[in-house]
């Protein structure tokens, strides 16, 4: 059974940081590529960042130069740093992973920028 579980969101005032965690279970993590998305309120759910098993990785232009995704494939986990945050970034963030056709998310974490 897959299980992904998000972890590390939390208040921060703009131009903090925070590092997100995702711990993937019940398949095979390293030959996955794997995702974060977030969805903000009254807004479409967006793909933020992604990262390839051989830990190439992509971000949304939005957060280009301030989010970094990585990997840890011994210990089937995906963090996404996020630094300079701005009010713009508070949104509910999902870890996800497409695999035999299906998405798979995990239940997200907050992140909310505020002072």
């Known amino acids: 059974q897959v299980q992904l579980v998000e972890s590390g969101g939390g208040l921060v005032q703009p131009g903090g940081s925070l590092r997100l965690s995702c711990a993937g279970s019940g398949f095979l993590f390293n030959i996955y590529v794997m995702n974060w998305y977030r969805q903000a309120p009254g807004k479409e759910r967006e793909l933020v960042a992604r990262i390839w098993p051989d830990s190439n990785f992509d971000c949304a232009d939005s957060v280009k130069g301030r989010f970094t995704i990585s990997r840890d494939n011994a210990k089937s986990m995906v963090y996404l740093q996020m630094n300079s945050l701005n009010p713009e970034d508070t949104a509910v963030y999902y870890c996800?992973?497409?695999?035999?056709?299906?998405?798979?998310w995990g239940q997200g974490t907050q992140v909310t920028v505020s002072s």
């Open positions: 996800n992973l497409f695999r035999r056709g299906s998405d798979y």
